[in-house]
């Protein structure tokens, strides 16, 4: 029993000195005196372990690859001279630069390894000093033990493959929906639960039938506007002149179906353009009708314009 207790003693003494330690990580937040121009740099080589001191960087000329030790946001490792129930960890963050900057963090507990540009690899192998519970580490006292490779099999950062990501990664990355990139060939819609998705040209108008994707109901004059902004030679539509011009339109379960028509008084229609605007606001000619000789249509159809 007694040694139970000892036992139980011995863990709340553990944990009480771990949590105290834990409170003093703020004191690893770096001051405000170091100016970039007073950083000292160093020359290292790939796939070798070198040390990189806090605020201070190092090239490798061969790559034009400099990386430059930030900060230290934390520091919770257990003291060497105090038992604690767990490990604890150092969070650094490093600022890499190759034609642009990327700042990354590493840790000596998980994600000590990251793969920067798409090329190479940086491994945090150990950071000094350790701590001592009688001792706290001053910002510019840290050191980083680093290893960086490269794969020469992963296209160069100078010349990318362009990748265009899912539109529900852009989404969740925080891109706006209306600024989503869809693979050429493909249109942006918004699918029914608010999720974009791409899709082809030739299935967009199924889909809306079908309730697939929700969209803003277009109204009547929009639609005629859109229509006329694509084809200027329909700006004088209506008209009371001779011949007159007319515009009629109906409903559609996607949009507007719309027909501008030319009217004469030996035939009743001369000429006509049928159009349907989708609530996606695309326009489509649906077809022209031009009457055959002898013919004497007075209404064609709006899905057909004929």
Not at 144 to 163: F, G
Not at 196 to 224: F, Y
Request: proline share 6%; charged share 25%.
């Amino acid at each position: 029993m007694k040694y139970l207790v000892l036992l139980l003693i011995l863990i709340g003494f553990s944990g009480s000195a771990f949590a105290q330690y834990m409170g003093n990580t703020s004191d690893v937040q770096p001051e405000k005196s170091f100016p970039i121009e007073k950083r000292i740099g160093s020359i290292q080589a790939l796939d070798a372990p070198f040390e990189l001191k806090s605020q201070q960087y190092v090239e490798i000329p061969a790559e034009n690859l400099t990386i430059t030790f930030l900060k230290v946001v934390e520091d919770s490792r257990c003291p060497s001279d105090v038992t604690c129930v767990w490990a604890g960890k150092a969070d650094l963050i490093f600022d890499i630069l190759k034609n642009q900057s990327k700042e990354i963090t590493l840790s000596t507990y998980t994600n000590n390894t990251l793969n920067v540009f798409d090329k190479y690899k940086i491994q945090l192998i150990d950071v000094k000093p350790y701590p001592t519970s009688t001792k706290t580490i001053k910002p510019e006292d840290y050191v980083a033990i680093l290893k960086i490779t490269k794969d020469d099999k992963i296209p160069n950062m100078e010349h990318p493959v362009t990748t265009i990501l899912s539109p529900l990664k852009q989404f969740k990355s925080g891109i706006p929906i209306d600024k989503i990139q869809c693979k050429e060939s493909l249109i942006l819609v918004t699918k029914y639960d608010n999720s974009p998705a791409c899709v082809k040209s030739e299935t967009k108008t199924k889909l809306i039938e079908r309730n697939w994707v929700t969209v803003d109901q277009v109204n009547e004059s929009e639609a005629i506007s859109l229509i006329k902004k694509l084809y200027p030679q329909l700006q004088d539509f209506p008209s009371d002149n001779l011949p007159p011009k007319a515009i009629y339109v109906e409903k559609s379960n996607v949009g507007w179906y719309v027909i501008f028509e030319t009217q004469g008084s030996g035939i009743p229609i001369i000429a006509a353009k049928c159009f349907l605007v989708d609530n996606l606001k695309t326009v489509t000619q649906i077809g022209e009708y031009k009457p055959e000789i002898g013919e004497m249509k007075t209404n064609i159809s709006f899905k057909t314009c004929k």
